[in-house]
Protein backbone atom coordinates (compact mmCIF):
# COMPACT_ATOMS: atom_id res chain seq x y z
CA UNK A 1 0.00 0.00 0.00
CA UNK A 2 2.89 2.50 1.07
CA UNK A 3 4.60 1.79 -2.62
CA UNK A 4 1.04 2.18 -4.28
CA UNK A 5 0.67 5.74 -2.12
CA UNK A 6 4.34 6.88 -3.20
CA UNK A 7 3.52 5.71 -7.08
CA UNK A 8 0.32 7.93 -7.24
CA UNK A 9 2.36 10.71 -5.11
CA UNK A 10 5.36 11.01 -7.68
CA UNK A 11 2.64 11.24 -10.88
CA UNK A 12 1.15 14.14 -8.76
CA UNK A 13 1.58 17.41 -10.34
CA UNK A 14 1.58 19.45 -13.54
CA UNK A 15 2.77 16.58 -16.02
CA UNK A 16 1.44 12.87 -15.34
CA UNK A 17 4.32 11.78 -18.26
CA UNK A 18 5.56 8.68 -15.82
CA UNK A 19 1.98 7.67 -15.28
CA UNK A 20 1.07 7.61 -19.07
CA UNK A 21 4.90 6.04 -19.74
CA UNK A 22 3.81 3.00 -17.25
CA UNK A 23 0.55 2.93 -18.85
CA UNK A 24 1.59 2.59 -22.40
CA UNK A 25 4.37 -0.15 -21.56
CA UNK A 26 1.51 -2.29 -19.77
CA UNK A 27 -0.38 -1.53 -22.66
CA UNK A 28 3.03 -2.86 -24.95
CA UNK A 29 3.07 -5.87 -22.55
CA UNK A 30 0.01 -6.98 -23.56
CA UNK A 31 -0.34 -6.12 -27.38
CA UNK A 32 3.18 -7.38 -28.33
CA UNK A 33 4.11 -9.85 -25.65
CA UNK A 34 5.41 -12.29 -28.99
CA UNK A 35 7.45 -9.81 -29.70
CA UNK A 36 9.11 -8.09 -26.15
CA UNK A 37 11.21 -9.37 -23.64
CA UNK A 38 8.61 -9.39 -20.83
CA UNK A 39 11.39 -9.44 -17.89
CA UNK A 40 12.59 -6.67 -19.10
CA UNK A 41 9.49 -4.68 -19.40
CA UNK A 42 8.79 -5.63 -16.08
CA UNK A 43 12.02 -4.08 -14.67
CA UNK A 44 11.43 -0.78 -16.54
CA UNK A 45 7.66 -0.73 -14.81
CA UNK A 46 9.14 -1.41 -11.70
CA UNK A 47 11.25 1.46 -12.23
CA UNK A 48 8.83 3.65 -13.27
CA UNK A 49 7.15 3.08 -9.75
CA UNK A 50 9.56 5.01 -7.65
CA UNK A 51 11.30 7.97 -7.75
CA UNK A 52 14.40 6.12 -6.44
CA UNK A 53 13.86 2.69 -8.02
CA UNK A 54 16.98 0.86 -7.61
CA UNK A 55 18.97 0.62 -10.60
CA UNK A 56 21.14 -2.52 -11.35
CA UNK A 57 24.01 -3.55 -13.03
CA UNK A 58 25.51 -7.14 -14.50
CA UNK A 59 29.51 -7.43 -13.91
CA UNK A 60 29.43 -10.34 -16.01
CA UNK A 61 33.01 -12.20 -16.16
CA UNK A 62 33.75 -13.68 -19.69
CA UNK A 63 33.68 -17.79 -19.23
CA UNK A 64 34.16 -16.80 -15.59
CA UNK A 65 33.69 -14.97 -12.25
CA UNK A 66 36.95 -14.42 -10.57
CA UNK A 67 37.74 -11.52 -12.68
CA UNK A 68 34.55 -9.91 -12.31
CA UNK A 69 34.56 -10.11 -8.69
CA UNK A 70 38.06 -8.64 -8.62
CA UNK A 71 37.49 -5.74 -10.56
CA UNK A 72 34.06 -4.57 -8.79
CA UNK A 73 36.41 -4.61 -5.75
CA UNK A 74 38.53 -2.67 -6.68
CA UNK A 75 35.89 -0.13 -8.37
CA UNK A 76 33.49 -0.44 -4.69
CA UNK A 77 36.96 0.07 -2.21
CA UNK A 78 37.62 3.50 -0.75
CA UNK A 79 40.64 4.19 -0.82
CA UNK A 80 40.54 6.68 2.31
CA UNK A 81 38.93 3.64 4.30
CA UNK A 82 41.41 0.65 5.72
CA UNK A 83 40.76 -2.16 3.69
CA UNK A 84 37.24 -3.91 4.99
CA UNK A 85 36.27 -7.34 5.30
CA UNK A 86 33.36 -7.21 2.61
CA UNK A 87 36.26 -6.55 0.14
CA UNK A 88 37.51 -10.34 0.62
CA UNK A 89 34.23 -11.32 0.91
CA UNK A 90 33.18 -10.22 -2.30
CA UNK A 91 35.83 -12.73 -3.91
CA UNK A 92 35.08 -15.86 -1.94
CA UNK A 93 31.31 -15.73 -1.39
CA UNK A 94 29.47 -17.79 -3.38
CA UNK A 95 32.62 -19.14 -5.27
CA UNK A 96 32.46 -22.91 -4.84
CA UNK A 97 28.52 -23.37 -6.08
CA UNK A 98 29.46 -21.18 -8.86
CA UNK A 99 26.66 -19.20 -7.89
CA UNK A 100 26.19 -15.38 -8.99
CA UNK A 101 26.50 -12.73 -6.50
CA UNK A 102 24.16 -9.78 -5.74
CA UNK A 103 25.76 -6.79 -3.90
CA UNK A 104 22.97 -4.61 -2.18
CA UNK A 105 24.15 -1.63 0.88
CA UNK A 106 23.38 -2.18 3.89
CA UNK A 107 25.07 -0.52 6.97
CA UNK A 108 26.54 -4.06 8.33
CA UNK A 109 28.11 -6.01 6.07
CA UNK A 110 26.22 -9.43 5.83
CA UNK A 111 25.39 -12.49 3.20
CA UNK A 112 22.28 -14.35 2.32
CA UNK A 113 23.43 -17.84 0.73
CA UNK A 114 19.57 -19.66 1.08
CA UNK A 115 18.96 -18.64 -2.32
CA UNK A 116 19.18 -20.97 -4.94
CA UNK A 117 19.58 -18.51 -7.53
CA UNK A 118 22.99 -16.80 -5.67
CA UNK A 119 24.23 -15.06 -3.26
CA UNK A 120 23.60 -11.68 -1.53
CA UNK A 121 26.11 -9.87 0.20
CA UNK A 122 25.13 -6.89 1.99
CA UNK A 123 27.83 -3.79 2.19
CA UNK A 124 28.30 -0.56 3.45
CA UNK A 125 29.32 0.89 0.38
CA UNK A 126 29.25 4.66 -0.41
CA UNK A 127 29.04 4.40 -4.35
CA UNK A 128 25.99 1.84 -3.85
CA UNK A 129 24.06 4.19 -0.95
CA UNK A 130 24.46 7.32 -3.25
CA UNK A 131 23.96 6.15 -6.43
CA UNK A 132 21.18 3.43 -5.29
CA UNK A 133 22.84 0.51 -7.22
CA UNK A 134 22.76 -3.09 -6.75
CA UNK A 135 25.33 -5.49 -8.39
CA UNK A 136 24.92 -8.82 -9.84
CA UNK A 137 28.44 -10.63 -10.31
CA UNK A 138 27.75 -13.55 -12.94
CA UNK A 139 30.17 -14.98 -15.60
CA UNK A 140 28.46 -15.56 -19.85
CA UNK A 141 30.12 -18.82 -21.37
CA UNK A 142 31.38 -17.54 -25.15
CA UNK A 143 33.75 -20.50 -25.85
CA UNK A 144 31.70 -22.70 -26.44
CA UNK A 145 29.73 -23.72 -29.64
CA UNK A 146 26.55 -24.82 -28.11
CA UNK A 147 26.44 -20.99 -26.42
CA UNK A 148 27.63 -19.57 -29.75
CA UNK A 149 24.77 -21.38 -31.16
CA UNK A 150 22.09 -19.75 -28.98
CA UNK A 151 23.89 -16.25 -29.05
CA UNK A 152 22.61 -16.43 -32.75
CA UNK A 153 19.28 -16.63 -32.15
CA UNK A 154 18.66 -14.69 -28.65
CA UNK A 155 21.46 -12.63 -29.50
CA UNK A 156 24.28 -11.43 -27.67
CA UNK A 157 22.39 -8.23 -26.32
CA UNK A 158 20.12 -10.57 -24.67
CA UNK A 159 22.85 -12.97 -22.81
CA UNK A 160 24.80 -9.72 -21.20
CA UNK A 161 21.33 -7.57 -20.50
CA UNK A 162 19.16 -10.63 -19.48
CA UNK A 163 21.82 -13.15 -17.78
CA UNK A 164 21.15 -16.61 -17.25
CA UNK A 165 21.13 -17.73 -13.59
CA UNK A 166 21.44 -21.62 -13.10
CA UNK A 167 19.36 -23.44 -9.75
CA UNK A 168 19.42 -27.17 -9.00
CA UNK A 169 16.09 -28.40 -9.59
CA UNK A 170 16.73 -32.19 -8.63
CA UNK A 171 19.77 -34.11 -6.66
CA UNK A 172 20.71 -35.90 -9.75
CA UNK A 173 22.13 -32.54 -10.88
CA UNK A 174 19.66 -31.15 -13.51
CA UNK A 175 19.24 -27.31 -13.39
CA UNK A 176 17.15 -24.55 -14.59
CA UNK A 177 17.79 -21.61 -15.92
CA UNK A 178 16.03 -17.92 -14.72
CA UNK A 179 16.67 -15.04 -16.01
CA UNK A 180 17.57 -12.23 -14.38
CA UNK A 181 17.57 -8.91 -16.13
CA UNK A 182 19.26 -5.53 -15.52
CA UNK A 183 19.69 -1.96 -16.69
CA UNK A 184 23.31 -1.72 -17.53
CA UNK A 185 25.88 -4.72 -17.75
CA UNK A 186 29.89 -4.46 -17.78
CA UNK A 187 31.58 -7.54 -19.57
CA UNK A 188 35.06 -7.60 -18.40
CA UNK A 189 37.59 -10.57 -19.22
CA UNK A 190 41.32 -10.74 -18.69
CA UNK A 191 43.84 -11.32 -21.93
CA UNK A 192 43.69 -11.18 -25.18
CA UNK A 193 41.98 -15.00 -25.61
CA UNK A 194 39.10 -12.89 -23.70
CA UNK A 195 39.06 -10.16 -26.55
CA UNK A 196 38.64 -12.79 -29.25
CA UNK A 197 36.60 -14.88 -27.33
CA UNK A 198 33.95 -11.92 -27.11
CA UNK A 199 34.13 -11.02 -30.95
CA UNK A 200 33.58 -14.48 -31.96
CA UNK A 201 30.45 -14.31 -29.51
CA UNK A 202 29.07 -10.76 -30.87
CA UNK A 203 30.22 -11.88 -34.31
CA UNK A 204 27.00 -10.50 -36.29
CA UNK A 205 25.51 -8.55 -33.86
CA UNK A 206 25.14 -4.78 -33.69
CA UNK A 207 26.31 -4.16 -30.41
CA UNK A 208 26.54 -0.29 -31.03
CA UNK A 209 22.65 -0.14 -30.17
CA UNK A 210 23.41 -1.01 -27.03
CA UNK A 211 26.54 1.31 -26.47
CA UNK A 212 25.09 3.06 -23.46
CA UNK A 213 23.55 -0.36 -21.77
CA UNK A 214 26.72 -2.91 -22.50
CA UNK A 215 30.33 -1.70 -21.26
CA UNK A 216 33.25 -4.23 -23.10
CA UNK A 217 36.55 -4.13 -20.67
CA UNK A 218 39.58 -6.31 -21.12
CA UNK A 219 42.11 -6.58 -18.62
CA UNK A 220 45.60 -6.36 -19.75
CA UNK A 221 49.18 -6.29 -18.47
CA UNK A 222 50.14 -3.01 -20.46
CA UNK A 223 46.80 -0.50 -20.61
CA UNK A 224 46.43 0.66 -24.70
CA UNK A 225 44.33 3.71 -24.82
CA UNK A 226 40.59 3.18 -26.46
CA UNK A 227 40.46 5.64 -29.71
CA UNK A 228 36.88 6.57 -29.63
CA UNK A 229 34.76 6.67 -26.51
CA UNK A 230 32.15 3.59 -26.59
CA UNK A 231 35.06 1.29 -27.63
CA UNK A 232 36.29 -1.78 -25.47
CA UNK A 233 38.49 -0.62 -23.49
CA UNK A 234 41.73 -1.68 -21.77
CA UNK A 235 42.33 -1.57 -17.60
CA UNK A 236 45.64 -2.92 -15.95
CA UNK A 237 43.58 -4.27 -12.91
CA UNK A 238 47.50 -5.16 -10.91
CA UNK A 239 47.87 -0.61 -11.29
CA UNK A 240 44.88 -0.42 -9.83
CA UNK A 241 45.34 -2.47 -6.91
CA UNK A 242 48.93 -0.92 -6.53
CA UNK A 243 47.46 2.39 -6.36
CA UNK A 244 44.74 1.71 -3.69
CA UNK A 245 47.86 -0.08 -1.38
CA UNK A 246 50.04 2.93 -1.47
CA UNK A 247 47.29 5.76 -1.24
CA UNK A 248 45.76 3.32 2.37
CA UNK A 249 49.65 3.39 3.18
CA UNK A 250 49.86 7.24 3.62
CA UNK A 251 48.11 10.54 2.58
CA UNK A 252 51.14 11.84 1.00
CA UNK A 253 50.74 9.33 -1.81
CA UNK A 254 47.97 11.20 -3.35
CA UNK A 255 49.63 11.79 -6.67
CA UNK A 256 51.10 8.74 -7.38
CA UNK A 257 47.56 7.44 -6.37
CA UNK A 258 46.35 9.52 -9.09
CA UNK A 259 48.80 8.75 -11.71
CA UNK A 260 48.51 4.74 -10.97
CA UNK A 261 44.39 5.37 -10.83
CA UNK A 262 43.99 7.08 -13.99
CA UNK A 263 46.81 5.29 -16.03
CA UNK A 264 45.34 2.07 -15.15
CA UNK A 265 41.56 2.57 -17.11
CA UNK A 266 39.48 2.27 -13.99
CA UNK A 267 38.27 5.76 -13.87
CA UNK A 268 36.33 5.23 -16.76
CA UNK A 269 34.78 2.50 -15.67
CA UNK A 270 33.82 4.03 -12.43
CA UNK A 271 32.53 7.26 -14.19
CA UNK A 272 30.35 4.41 -16.10
CA UNK A 273 29.18 2.21 -13.60
CA UNK A 274 27.33 5.47 -12.52
CA UNK A 275 26.49 7.37 -14.68
CA UNK A 276 22.78 6.14 -14.72
CA UNK A 277 22.07 7.16 -11.49
CA UNK A 278 22.45 10.81 -11.74
CA UNK A 279 18.24 12.01 -11.86
CA UNK A 280 17.92 15.91 -11.63
CA UNK A 281 14.41 16.95 -10.11
CA UNK A 282 11.33 15.87 -11.90
CA UNK A 283 13.33 13.79 -14.73
CA UNK A 284 12.85 10.01 -15.41
CA UNK A 285 15.75 8.05 -14.18
CA UNK A 286 18.10 7.91 -17.47
CA UNK A 287 18.55 4.32 -16.69
CA UNK A 288 15.28 3.85 -16.44
CA UNK A 289 14.95 5.42 -19.96
CA UNK A 290 17.56 4.23 -21.82
CA UNK A 291 16.47 0.67 -20.80
CA UNK A 292 12.84 1.34 -22.29
CA UNK A 293 14.28 2.84 -25.00
CA UNK A 294 16.27 0.01 -25.65
CA UNK A 295 13.34 -2.15 -24.73
CA UNK A 296 11.85 0.03 -27.91
CA UNK A 297 14.03 -0.85 -30.27
CA UNK A 298 14.38 -4.49 -29.82
CA UNK A 299 10.92 -4.99 -30.34
CA UNK A 300 10.85 -3.06 -33.20
CA UNK A 301 13.76 -5.52 -34.66
CA UNK A 302 11.80 -8.11 -33.78
CA UNK A 303 9.18 -7.79 -35.50
CA UNK A 304 10.97 -6.29 -38.99
CA UNK A 305 13.15 -9.69 -38.62
CA UNK A 306 9.29 -11.23 -38.61
CA UNK A 307 8.04 -9.78 -41.35
CA UNK A 308 11.11 -10.61 -43.70
CA UNK A 309 10.75 -13.73 -42.82
CA UNK A 310 7.10 -14.31 -43.38
CA UNK A 311 7.90 -12.51 -46.86
CA UNK A 312 10.26 -14.38 -47.84
CA UNK A 313 7.70 -17.65 -47.15
CA UNK A 314 5.06 -15.80 -48.85
CA UNK A 315 7.74 -15.07 -51.83
CA UNK A 316 8.95 -18.73 -52.13
CA UNK A 317 4.99 -19.93 -52.45
CA UNK A 318 3.96 -17.20 -54.82
CA UNK A 319 2.35 -17.91 -58.25
CA UNK A 320 3.70 -15.68 -60.49
CA UNK A 321 1.63 -12.49 -61.66
CA UNK A 322 1.96 -13.86 -65.49
CA UNK A 323 0.48 -17.00 -64.40
CA UNK A 324 -2.36 -15.63 -62.59
CA UNK A 325 -3.18 -13.33 -65.47
CA UNK A 326 -3.01 -16.37 -68.19
CA UNK A 327 -5.60 -18.20 -65.42
CA UNK A 328 -7.65 -15.92 -65.38
CA UNK A 329 -8.15 -14.92 -69.00
CA UNK A 330 -8.27 -18.67 -69.58
CA UNK A 331 -11.44 -18.07 -67.13
CA UNK A 332 -12.80 -15.42 -68.87
CA UNK A 333 -12.92 -17.72 -72.20
CA UNK A 334 -14.15 -20.17 -70.37
CA UNK A 335 -17.23 -18.71 -69.17
CA UNK A 336 -18.19 -16.94 -72.42
CA UNK A 337 -17.86 -20.14 -73.90
CA UNK A 338 -20.21 -21.64 -71.10
CA UNK A 339 -22.85 -19.08 -71.91
CA UNK A 340 -22.45 -19.65 -75.17
CA UNK A 341 -22.81 -23.43 -74.97
CA UNK A 342 -25.70 -22.77 -72.59
CA UNK A 343 -27.73 -20.44 -74.88
CA UNK A 344 -27.22 -22.70 -78.14
CA UNK A 345 -27.70 -26.02 -76.91
CA UNK A 346 -30.61 -25.78 -75.37
CA UNK A 347 -31.99 -23.60 -78.25
CA UNK A 348 -31.32 -26.60 -80.22
CA UNK A 349 -32.56 -29.01 -77.88
CA UNK A 350 -36.31 -27.33 -77.05
CA UNK A 351 -36.65 -26.67 -81.12
CA UNK A 352 -35.88 -30.54 -81.68
CA UNK A 353 -38.03 -33.11 -82.92
CA UNK A 354 -37.64 -34.94 -79.44
CA UNK A 355 -39.21 -32.35 -77.41
CA UNK A 356 -41.95 -31.81 -79.92
CA UNK A 357 -42.78 -35.07 -79.38
CA UNK A 358 -44.07 -33.20 -75.42
CA UNK A 359 -46.54 -31.07 -77.76
CA UNK A 360 -49.96 -30.47 -75.91
CA UNK A 361 -51.91 -32.81 -78.17
CA UNK A 362 -49.30 -35.64 -78.26
CA UNK A 363 -49.52 -35.94 -74.52
CA UNK A 364 -52.32 -38.21 -74.74
CA UNK A 365 -49.43 -40.95 -75.64
CA UNK A 366 -46.71 -39.52 -74.62
CA UNK A 367 -47.51 -38.35 -70.68
CA UNK A 368 -44.66 -41.23 -69.31
CA UNK A 369 -42.40 -40.17 -71.75
CA UNK A 370 -41.66 -36.53 -70.10
CA UNK A 371 -39.29 -37.42 -67.34
CA UNK A 372 -37.29 -39.23 -69.97
CA UNK A 373 -37.35 -37.02 -72.80
CA UNK A 374 -36.61 -33.65 -70.10
CA UNK A 375 -34.03 -35.65 -68.14
CA UNK A 376 -32.34 -36.29 -71.27
CA UNK A 377 -32.27 -32.29 -72.39
CA UNK A 378 -30.32 -31.79 -69.18
CA UNK A 379 -27.76 -34.85 -69.80
CA UNK A 380 -26.98 -33.93 -73.38
CA UNK A 381 -27.44 -30.57 -73.72
CA UNK A 382 -27.22 -28.42 -70.56
CA UNK A 383 -23.64 -27.47 -70.02
CA UNK A 384 -22.28 -30.52 -70.93
CA UNK A 385 -18.67 -28.80 -72.24
CA UNK A 386 -18.68 -26.41 -69.98
CA UNK A 387 -18.41 -29.32 -67.04
CA UNK A 388 -15.29 -30.99 -68.83
CA UNK A 389 -13.87 -27.59 -69.62
CA UNK A 390 -14.05 -26.67 -65.96
CA UNK A 391 -12.03 -30.07 -65.17
CA UNK A 392 -9.33 -29.57 -67.01
CA UNK A 393 -9.14 -25.61 -66.08
CA UNK A 394 -9.13 -26.46 -62.44
CA UNK A 395 -6.22 -28.86 -63.32
CA UNK A 396 -4.35 -25.92 -64.72
CA UNK A 397 -4.95 -24.34 -61.13
CA UNK A 398 -3.67 -26.81 -59.32
CA UNK A 399 -0.14 -27.33 -61.66
CA UNK A 400 0.25 -23.22 -61.19
CA UNK A 401 0.57 -24.37 -57.34
CA UNK A 402 -2.33 -22.32 -56.13
CA UNK A 403 -4.14 -25.56 -55.00
CA UNK A 404 -2.77 -27.90 -52.73
CA UNK A 405 -1.94 -31.64 -54.06
CA UNK A 406 -5.11 -33.49 -55.58
CA UNK A 407 -3.83 -36.61 -53.91
CA UNK A 408 -4.04 -34.71 -50.30
CA UNK A 409 -7.71 -34.02 -50.30
CA UNK A 410 -10.33 -35.51 -52.69
CA UNK A 411 -10.84 -37.73 -55.47
CA UNK A 412 -8.57 -40.62 -54.69
CA UNK A 413 -9.26 -41.98 -50.73
CA UNK A 414 -12.58 -43.53 -50.35
CA UNK A 415 -15.25 -41.56 -47.80
CA UNK A 416 -14.69 -43.50 -45.28
CA UNK A 417 -10.72 -43.05 -44.79
CA UNK A 418 -11.01 -39.54 -46.90
CA UNK A 419 -8.23 -36.91 -44.58
CA UNK A 420 -9.80 -35.11 -42.75
CA UNK A 421 -8.78 -31.21 -41.85
CA UNK A 422 -8.02 -30.34 -38.76
CA UNK A 423 -9.89 -27.53 -36.64
CA UNK A 424 -8.06 -24.62 -36.00
CA UNK A 425 -7.14 -23.12 -33.10
CA UNK A 426 -8.39 -19.51 -31.97
CA UNK A 427 -5.18 -17.21 -33.24
CA UNK A 428 -4.03 -19.50 -35.95
CA UNK A 429 -3.96 -18.47 -39.96
CA UNK A 430 -6.59 -20.13 -42.33
CA UNK A 431 -5.02 -23.22 -44.00
CA UNK A 432 -4.28 -23.15 -48.05
CA UNK A 433 -6.95 -23.54 -49.63
CA UNK A 434 -7.49 -27.21 -51.58
CA UNK A 435 -9.80 -28.47 -54.32
CA UNK A 436 -12.69 -28.97 -51.45
CA UNK A 437 -12.57 -25.22 -51.13
CA UNK A 438 -14.47 -25.01 -54.42
CA UNK A 439 -17.69 -27.03 -53.52
CA UNK A 440 -19.62 -25.34 -51.16
CA UNK A 441 -22.40 -27.41 -50.74
CA UNK A 442 -25.49 -25.45 -49.61
CA UNK A 443 -24.54 -22.70 -52.91
CA UNK A 444 -24.20 -25.33 -55.34
CA UNK A 445 -27.48 -27.66 -54.94
CA UNK A 446 -29.84 -25.03 -55.91
CA UNK A 447 -33.57 -26.10 -55.80
CA UNK A 448 -36.15 -25.72 -58.21
CA UNK A 449 -38.06 -23.17 -55.92
CA UNK A 450 -35.50 -20.71 -55.70
CA UNK A 451 -36.07 -19.19 -59.06
CA UNK A 452 -39.84 -19.67 -58.48
CA UNK A 453 -40.78 -18.33 -55.01
CA UNK A 454 -38.46 -15.25 -53.49
CA UNK A 455 -39.23 -16.42 -50.03
CA UNK A 456 -37.83 -19.79 -50.47
CA UNK A 457 -33.98 -19.41 -49.02
CA UNK A 458 -31.14 -22.03 -50.16
CA UNK A 459 -31.03 -24.92 -48.48
CA UNK A 460 -28.22 -25.28 -45.39
CA UNK A 461 -25.77 -28.33 -45.39
CA UNK A 462 -28.03 -29.90 -42.93
CA UNK A 463 -31.24 -30.09 -45.05
CA UNK A 464 -29.21 -31.81 -47.84
CA UNK A 465 -29.67 -35.14 -48.22
CA UNK A 466 -26.15 -37.12 -48.40
CA UNK A 467 -27.61 -39.43 -50.88
CA UNK A 468 -28.23 -37.00 -53.42
CA UNK A 469 -24.90 -35.91 -53.36
CA UNK A 470 -22.41 -36.84 -55.75
CA UNK A 471 -19.19 -38.58 -54.88
CA UNK A 472 -16.49 -35.85 -54.64
CA UNK A 473 -14.30 -35.12 -57.35
CA UNK A 474 -11.01 -33.00 -57.89
CA UNK A 475 -13.02 -30.46 -59.72
CA UNK A 476 -15.93 -27.82 -59.00
CA UNK A 477 -19.21 -29.69 -58.44
CA UNK A 478 -21.41 -26.63 -59.19
CA UNK A 479 -22.73 -27.99 -62.87
CA UNK A 480 -23.10 -31.72 -61.67
CA UNK A 481 -24.86 -30.96 -58.82
CA UNK A 482 -26.98 -28.13 -60.52
CA UNK A 483 -28.24 -30.67 -62.72
CA UNK A 484 -29.05 -33.40 -60.54
CA UNK A 485 -31.12 -31.03 -58.33
CA UNK A 486 -33.06 -29.97 -61.57
CA UNK A 487 -33.59 -33.91 -62.80
CA UNK A 488 -34.86 -34.49 -58.79
CA UNK A 489 -36.74 -31.53 -58.04
CA UNK A 490 -38.43 -29.77 -61.06
CA UNK A 491 -39.28 -33.39 -63.37
CA UNK A 492 -41.37 -35.19 -61.05
CA UNK A 493 -43.97 -32.03 -60.66
CA UNK A 494 -43.61 -31.71 -64.19
CA UNK A 495 -44.47 -35.15 -64.61
CA UNK A 496 -47.41 -34.75 -62.15
CA UNK A 497 -49.13 -31.73 -64.39
CA UNK A 498 -49.06 -33.81 -67.57
CA UNK A 499 -50.93 -36.63 -66.29
CA UNK A 500 -53.14 -35.02 -64.28
CA UNK A 501 -53.66 -32.61 -66.98
CA UNK A 502 -54.08 -35.83 -69.40
CA UNK A 503 -56.98 -37.32 -66.41
CA UNK A 504 -58.53 -33.82 -65.95
CA UNK A 505 -58.98 -33.52 -70.31
CA UNK A 506 -60.88 -37.08 -70.32
CA UNK A 507 -62.89 -36.41 -67.38
CA UNK A 508 -64.16 -33.05 -68.94
CA UNK A 509 -64.73 -34.95 -72.22
CA UNK A 510 -66.97 -37.83 -70.68
CA UNK A 511 -68.86 -35.84 -68.42
CA UNK A 512 -69.45 -33.30 -71.37
CA UNK A 513 -70.33 -36.51 -73.82
CA UNK A 514 -72.25 -38.30 -71.72
CA UNK A 515 -74.59 -34.91 -71.12
CA UNK A 516 -74.75 -34.20 -74.56
CA UNK A 517 -76.53 -37.89 -74.79
CA UNK A 518 -78.71 -37.24 -71.73
CA UNK A 519 -79.57 -34.78 -73.29
CA UNK A 520 -80.32 -35.94 -76.56
CA UNK A 521 -82.77 -39.13 -74.92
CA UNK A 522 -84.54 -37.15 -72.07
CA UNK A 523 -85.33 -34.01 -74.25
CA UNK A 524 -87.70 -35.21 -77.55
CA UNK A 525 -87.30 -31.75 -79.49
CA UNK A 526 -83.76 -31.60 -79.32
CA UNK A 527 -81.42 -32.64 -82.18
CA UNK A 528 -78.41 -34.68 -82.80
CA UNK A 529 -76.68 -31.23 -84.10
CA UNK A 530 -78.05 -29.21 -80.55
CA UNK A 531 -76.99 -32.30 -78.74
CA UNK A 532 -73.63 -32.45 -79.78
CA UNK A 533 -72.89 -28.83 -79.64
CA UNK A 534 -72.94 -29.35 -75.32
CA UNK A 535 -70.12 -32.37 -76.23
CA UNK A 536 -68.09 -30.18 -78.42
CA UNK A 537 -68.07 -26.96 -76.17
CA UNK A 538 -66.87 -29.55 -73.52
CA UNK A 539 -64.03 -30.39 -75.49
CA UNK A 540 -62.94 -27.54 -77.10
CA UNK A 541 -63.06 -26.15 -73.55
CA UNK A 542 -61.26 -28.85 -71.85
CA UNK A 543 -58.70 -29.18 -74.58
CA UNK A 544 -57.63 -25.57 -74.84
CA UNK A 545 -57.13 -25.51 -70.92
CA UNK A 546 -54.67 -28.30 -71.40
CA UNK A 547 -53.15 -26.55 -74.22
CA UNK A 548 -53.08 -23.09 -72.03
CA UNK A 549 -51.87 -24.84 -69.12
CA UNK A 550 -49.40 -27.01 -70.44
CA UNK A 551 -47.57 -24.86 -72.48
CA UNK A 552 -46.84 -22.08 -69.71
CA UNK A 553 -45.75 -24.93 -68.38
CA UNK A 554 -42.87 -26.12 -70.56
CA UNK A 555 -42.34 -22.28 -71.44
CA UNK A 556 -41.55 -21.75 -67.21
CA UNK A 557 -39.07 -25.12 -67.10
CA UNK A 558 -37.13 -24.30 -70.19
CA UNK A 559 -36.82 -20.42 -68.63
CA UNK A 560 -35.96 -22.15 -65.13
CA UNK A 561 -33.22 -24.39 -66.71
CA UNK A 562 -31.70 -21.76 -68.55
CA UNK A 563 -31.80 -19.44 -65.58
CA UNK A 564 -30.34 -22.11 -63.25
CA UNK A 565 -27.66 -22.32 -65.71
CA UNK A 566 -26.51 -18.98 -65.70
CA UNK A 567 -26.88 -18.43 -61.60
CA UNK A 568 -24.48 -21.77 -61.13
CA UNK A 569 -21.86 -20.60 -64.39
CA UNK A 570 -21.44 -17.27 -61.55
CA UNK A 571 -20.88 -19.08 -58.93
CA UNK A 572 -17.90 -21.31 -60.53
CA UNK A 573 -16.78 -18.04 -62.13
CA UNK A 574 -16.66 -16.41 -58.65
CA UNK A 575 -15.17 -19.01 -56.53
CA UNK A 576 -12.13 -19.86 -59.01
CA UNK A 577 -11.40 -16.47 -59.47
CA UNK A 578 -11.26 -15.84 -55.65
CA UNK A 579 -8.69 -18.54 -56.02
CA UNK A 580 -7.16 -17.46 -58.98
CA UNK A 581 -6.93 -13.54 -58.19
CA UNK A 582 -6.16 -14.38 -54.47
CA UNK A 583 -9.52 -12.40 -52.97
CA UNK A 584 -10.89 -15.32 -51.44
CA UNK A 585 -13.00 -14.09 -48.09
CA UNK A 586 -11.96 -17.34 -46.15
CA UNK A 587 -8.37 -16.48 -46.92
CA UNK A 588 -7.94 -19.00 -49.69
CA UNK A 589 -5.69 -17.20 -52.19
CA UNK A 590 -2.17 -15.47 -52.31
CA UNK A 591 -3.20 -12.58 -50.19
CA UNK A 592 -5.51 -14.15 -48.31
CA UNK A 593 -3.59 -14.50 -45.32
CA UNK A 594 -3.69 -10.81 -43.73
CA UNK A 595 -3.97 -9.25 -46.80
CA UNK A 596 -0.15 -9.75 -47.77
CA UNK A 597 1.00 -9.32 -44.39
CA UNK A 598 1.79 -12.99 -43.59
CA UNK A 599 0.97 -15.00 -40.80
CA UNK A 600 0.44 -13.22 -37.92
CA UNK A 601 0.04 -9.96 -39.74
CA UNK A 602 -2.82 -8.35 -37.84
CA UNK A 603 -0.39 -9.11 -34.44
CA UNK A 604 2.55 -7.36 -35.54
CA UNK A 605 0.30 -4.13 -36.73
CA UNK A 606 -0.95 -3.56 -33.44
CA UNK A 607 2.22 -4.54 -31.56
CA UNK A 608 3.82 -1.88 -33.99
CA UNK A 609 0.96 0.94 -32.66
CA UNK A 610 1.78 0.14 -29.37
CA UNK A 611 5.60 0.82 -29.76
CA UNK A 612 4.88 3.84 -31.34
CA UNK A 613 2.39 5.43 -28.59
CA UNK A 614 5.52 4.35 -26.02
CA UNK A 615 7.60 6.22 -28.34
CA UNK A 616 5.78 9.59 -28.52
CA UNK A 617 5.37 9.31 -24.83
CA UNK A 618 9.68 9.09 -24.57
CA UNK A 619 10.00 11.52 -27.31
CA UNK A 620 7.44 14.26 -25.18
CA UNK A 621 9.88 13.74 -21.60
Known amino acids: MAGAAQYRAWFRGPEDLPRELHETLSELRSKAANYVNLSRLQLALRGLESRDAVIRVAVLGLNDQAAARRLIRILLADPLAPEQPWEKQIETVGVSDRRGLLLRYG ?3 GTNLRSPLLSTLAIPSSTLRSHNLEILISSVIVNSIATNSMS ?20 RGRSSTVTYPVHQALVFGEGIESAVAYARFTAGQDMAQVSNLVKVAIGMDVRIPSAEEGEVSTVNLAAAETAIKTFRNSLDNSIAYEHGWLGSGMSKLAEWLVQGSHVSDGALNP ?3 ALAQSILDDTIETIKNEELHQSAELAATAVPASTRQTLHALLKTWVEQAHTELRDELDLAFSSRRWRRLSWWKLFWRVDDVSMIASEVLERSWLVEAEKEIIWLVGRITQAGLLKDISEDVGVHPPATRKQREPQSLGQSPPPPTLNDLIPKSALLRSSSTTTTATTSAPSDSDIDASRIPP ?14 LCTSTLPPLQSLGLSLVIQTLQTLTVTSALSALVYVSVSSTSVYEAGAIAALGTVWALR ?17 RETGRGVLRDVEAVVAGVVVGDREDGGGLEGKDRGLGVGGEERRVAMEAVRKVEDVLEKM
Open 107 to 109: EEA
Open 152 to 171: TVAGSKEAFLVPALETATST
Open 287 to 289: AVR
Open 472 to 485: PRPWPLQIPLARHS
Open 545 to 561: RMQTVWEQERRRWEGEV
